[in-house]
Nanobody, 122 residues
Framework: QVQLVESGGGLVQAGGSLRLSCAASGLSFSRYAMGWFRQAPGKEREFVGAISRNSGTRFIDSGRGRCTISRDNAKNTVYLQMNDLKPEDTAVYYC????????????????WGQGTQVTVSS
């Protein structure tokens, strides 16, 4: 059974940083691209960024320069480092496993975690 478990969310002041983690089990982790998405109240889930099997990364425009994604295949874990957080970054953050880091649509990812809440206060 595939499981993705996010952690590291919490309450942070604007301008602060958080590092989210996503631990995977039940799949050949190194064979998957890993994506990060977020969903704010009343909004659709949106793509934040992704990392390829070879650790190439890509991000949405609002995250570029403030976010980094890394992976540790030995630990079956992917990370999302977010800096200079803004109140508009408040959302539930999800990790997902898929075939390609070019994928930006929810429907293109095969497995999902349960999410971790990030709240940024102004």
């Amino acid at each position: 059974q595939v499981q993705l478990v996010e952690s590291g969310g919490g309450l942070v002041q604007a301008g602060g940083s958080l590092r989210l983690s996503c631990a995977a089990s039940g799949l050949s982790f190194s064979r998957y691209a890993m994506g990060w998405f977020r969903q704010a109240p009343g909004k659709e889930r949106e793509f934040v960024g992704a990392i390829s099997r070879n650790s190439g990364t890509r991000f949405i425009d609002s995250g570029r320069g403030r976010c980094t994604i890394s992976r540790d295949n030995a630990k079956n874990t992917v990370y999302l480092q977010m800096n200079d957080l803004k109140p508009e970054d408040t959302a539930v953050y999800y990790c997902a496993a898929g075939a390609s880091y070019y994928y930006t649509s929810v429907n293109e990812y095969d497995y999902w975690g349960q999410g971790t809440q990030v709240t940024v206060s102004s």
